[in-house]
């Protein structure tokens, strides 16, 4: 496959709300590119970018893919990623490698909350950006719904490049503004005739040209003063004007098309070239250490980022690499700055979906991918041990949904463990720790849906079947009261006995202050030798509670008082009274139930407000308070852990998707006395169980 120089590279980012139809549009640019002879379709599982198993199955994007297209001389890379919030971790790993983005909105849904939230991302990178309305040919399409909302809830200033020629059933083409020309298209293989704008269009047509050319007038002094001498600009003068806000970020361009239909897409496809920058327009990148820019030369020493990871059995395990200087070339040892470990690069490609177009070298600008890497994993760099430098990770979110799972065969644990250890190599949003306390295996992640992918790739590409249980609350007991007590260990057996007193006092101590062991004894009535016995049984008496079996936690104990015996006392004799002298006090000493309680922050737009505080109150949910920002409502509050459970769904389904919420530990706090009954209850009931 032929080279392309860095000036005739573009790489865009697909981005929007889930079944806007990015894969689609993907699908459409590679038809009309000639890619690809026909165009797939998502029901049918026969699409070039959703092409893995889950994806199949759900008819919805998973992961990020990528194609290419030669649109002209020029190559574009097109990224295609996942609209579903479970899986926002593929769009924020593409985000460090592309130069633009085309925000995909529905025709029919105008904007929608996917559409605002990657929004904020693109912003977050400083993307230029086209918004790109999709299914013109939809029954509901509304063009004017769609640009009304997007000037209004993404900025004024979107503006259209393009007109509809018709909506819904009768959308048959675009008008092209700038060079005042209609397109239109009498079927799905892309074939169209140029023709004179319609005549009901062209009063509207002139008036947003003439827009257009006041503000690309304003982006360049040379152009401004072209435009007052003339009162015009050239089409190309236009368009270069135009660019210039576009990469300034003043100017989002706005163009309607039908993917399914394949209608405008090759005026997108030159929009494209025309508006959003070659990989020349990134002067630096961020670095790892001490936040520092890294200068970007394409012309230097070779610098790489492994951005994604991907193993299917069909595909193999593919490193997509985006080469930002320099080649990544088939046969060189290039340094993974991350590791400090050297890494050699067999065979490349680049990526045309589920296919493969085999090649010498990545080059400067361009993406691509290697295969069976040693070492290097996603979100490391490769480059020249000489010029070592680390390309700064994107900040993926904390995940807010908790579940505990269980192989249905306990003897594939190990097999789980490995499993999901291989998967996070793919998806840092996901996390997996071992709870000793609880004995339990904790998996987080971004939502159910999320889980159940994790959860079915584990079955399909490691062999174990997996089962979701409600993770056990780290509850713990306390004492409310002072109360003394003791403890006697007196056993007598033919040969040497066992003997062991202790007079022990507890009192309760201020929440989280922990354990404190306090030695007052006096006179020898217990030697100094047996002291740390005691306290160790003390200590083992804690980790069961007197009510429900709970770790007890922030008491104070006193050993104050006991006997010995000058041939039966041993260090196990008074390990064992002193166990039994703190359970004889702590029963006296008024025992509660405590339960951890979470600081809650959530992030709710005002019409929601209401009726997420309402929720929290009926989670025994304590508002500490509210307060705006950007432009939501952050609502504080406190709430026990046990009523927060799969809680990111419930927001989810209460606010139609719009709202999200963080959650830290704040403290421990007794439980209500009924639900105390009730878990001392499930205890018992679990002894009789097991009995």
């Known amino acids: 496959m032929k080279k392309y120089s860095i000036d005739k590279i573009r790489n865009i980012v697909l981005v929007g709300h889930q079944s806007s139809g990015k894969t689609m549009l993907a699908e459409a640019i590679a038809f009309d590119a000639g890619v690809i002879t026909r165009l797939g379709q998502i029901e049918d599982g026969n699409t070039l970018l959703d092409s893995t198993q889950e994806e199949i199955e759900r008819k919805i994007s998973i992961t990020a893919g990528l194609t290419f297209a030669e649109i002209g001389k020029t190559k574009v890379n097109v990224l295609d990623t996942p609209g579903y919030d479970d899986f926002v971790g593929d769009v924020i790993s593409c985000l460090p490698v592309v130069e633009g983005g085309i925000v995909v909105m529905s025709a029919d849904n105008g904007v929608e909350i996917g559409t605002e939230s990657t929004w904020k991302y693109l912003d977050r990178y400083d993307l230029p950006r086209i918004v790109c309305v999709n299914k013109m040919d939809k029954e509901h399409a509304d063009f004017n719904k769609c640009l009304d909302g997007a000037q209004k809830h993404l900025g004024a200033k979107v503006m259209p490049l393009f007109l509809p020629i018709g909506q819904g059933e009768s959308f048959k083409g675009v008008v092209d503004i700038l060079r005042k020309k209609a397109y239109s298209y009498s079927g799905s293989d892309g074939k169209h005739t140029e023709e004179d704008v319609p005549a009901d269009m062209a009063g509207k047509v002139d008036e947003l040209r003439q827009g257009l050319?006041?503000?690309?007038?304003?982006?360049?002094?040379?152009?401004?003063?072209?435009?007052?001498?003339?009162?015009?600009?050239?089409?190309?003068?236009?368009?270069?004007?135009?660019?210039?806000?576009?990469?300034?970020?003043?100017?989002?361009?706005?163009?309607?098309?039908?993917?399914?239909?394949?209608?405008?897409?090759?005026?997108?496809?030159?929009?494209?070239?025309?508006?959003?920058p070659a990989p020349t327009w990134r002067k630096e990148l961020m670095g790892e250490k001490e936040g520092k820019k890294i200068e970007v030369k394409p012309e230097g020493s070779t610098l790489s980022y492994v951005f994604k990871s991907l193993s299917e059995k069909h595909i193999g395990d593919l490193s997509f690499i985006r080469s930002y200087a320099g080649d990544v070339s088939v046969g060189a040892d290039l340094f993974n700055a991350n590791t400090e470990s050297s890494e050699r690069i067999g065979q490349v490609y680049f990526i045309q979906g589920?296919?493969?177009?085999?090649?010498?070298?990545?080059?400067?600008?361009?993406?691509?991918?290697?295969?069976?890497?040693?070492?290097?994993?996603?979100?490391?760099?490769?480059?020249?041990?000489?010029?070592?430098?680390?390309?700064?990770?994107?900040?993926?979110?904390?995940?807010?949904?908790?579940?505990?799972?269980?192989?249905?065969?306990?003897?594939?644990?190990?097999?789980?463990?490995?499993?999901?250890?291989?998967?996070?190599?793919?998806?840092?949003?996901?996390?997996?720790?071992?709870?000793?306390?609880?004995?339990?295996?904790?998996?987080?992640?971004?939502?159910?849906?999320?889980?159940?992918?994790?959860?079915?790739?584990?079955?399909?590409?490691?062999?174990?079947?997996?089962?979701?249980i409600v993770p056990k609350i780290p509850y713990r007991e306390t004492v409310t009261a002072t109360a003394e007590a003791q403890g006697k260990y007196k056993k007598q057996s033919g040969g040497r006995g066992q003997y062991g007193d202790v007079h022990i006092r507890i009192e309760p101590v201020a929440r989280e202050a922990g354990f404190e062991?306090?030695?007052?004894?006096?006179?020898?009535?217990?030697?100094?030798?047996?002291?740390?016995?005691?306290?160790?049984?003390?200590?083992a008496a804690m980790k069961n509670g007197i009510l429900a079996g709970y770790p007890i936690q922030d008491v104070k104990v006193t050993l104050y008082d006991g006997s010995y015996h000058n041939v039966d006392s041993s260090d196990n004799a008074f390990k064992v009274a002193g166990s039994l002298g703190f359970k004889n006090s702590a029963q006296l000493a008024k025992p509660v139930i405590l339960e951890p309680v979470m600081d809650v922050e959530v992030l709710v737009p005002d019409e929601y407000m209401g009726d997420i505080m309402g929720d929290l109150s009926m989670r025994r949910g304590k508002i500490q308070g509210t307060e705006q920002k950007s432009g939501l409502q952050t609502i504080k509050a406190q709430v026990p852990l046990a009523e927060l459970y799969r809680y990111s769904t419930m927001l989810r389904s209460m606010t139609q998707g719009r709202a999200t919420h963080i959650r830290e530990f704040s403290h421990y706090e007794e439980v209500p006395h009924e639900v105390a009954q009730k878990l001392i209850a499930e205890v018992e009931a679990a002894k009789e169980d097991a009995n």
């Not at 270069?240 to 405008?264: F, K, M």
């Not at 990770?393 to 995940?399: A, K, L, R, S, V």
């Open 354 to 468: 589920k296919n493969r177009v085999e090649t010498d070298a990545i080059g400067p600008g361009d993406i691509g991918a290697a295969v069976k890497l040693k070492s290097t994993k996603m979100n490391q760099t490769l480059c020249e041990r000489s010029s070592a430098v680390v390309i700064k990770t994107p900040e993926f979110p904390q995940p807010s949904l908790h579940t505990a799972i269980i192989a249905k065969d306990k003897s594939d644990m190990d097999k789980v463990g490995t499993g999901l250890n291989r998967l996070h190599e793919e998806d840092p949003t996901f996390k997996v720790r071992i709870d000793a306390e609880l004995r339990q295996t904790i998996l987080s992640g971004q939502g159910e849906l999320h889980f159940e992918v994790i959860l079915s790739k584990l079955k399909h590409k490691h062999g174990v079947e997996v089962e979701m």
């Open 213 to 276: 050319m006041d503000f690309a007038a304003e982006t360049d002094d040379s152009l401004l003063e072209r435009f007052l001498e003339g009162g015009e600009l050239t089409d190309e003068e236009l368009t270069r004007g135009l660019a210039t806000g576009c990469l300034a970020g003043s100017l989002v361009p706005l163009i309607p098309v039908s993917s399914t239909g394949n209608i405008g897409i090759r005026q997108l496809m030159k929009l494209i070239v025309d508006m959003l």
């Open 517 to 539: 062991f306090v030695n007052a004894i006096v006179g020898g009535v217990i030697p100094t030798k047996y002291i740390p016995a005691v306290e160790k049984g003390v200590i």
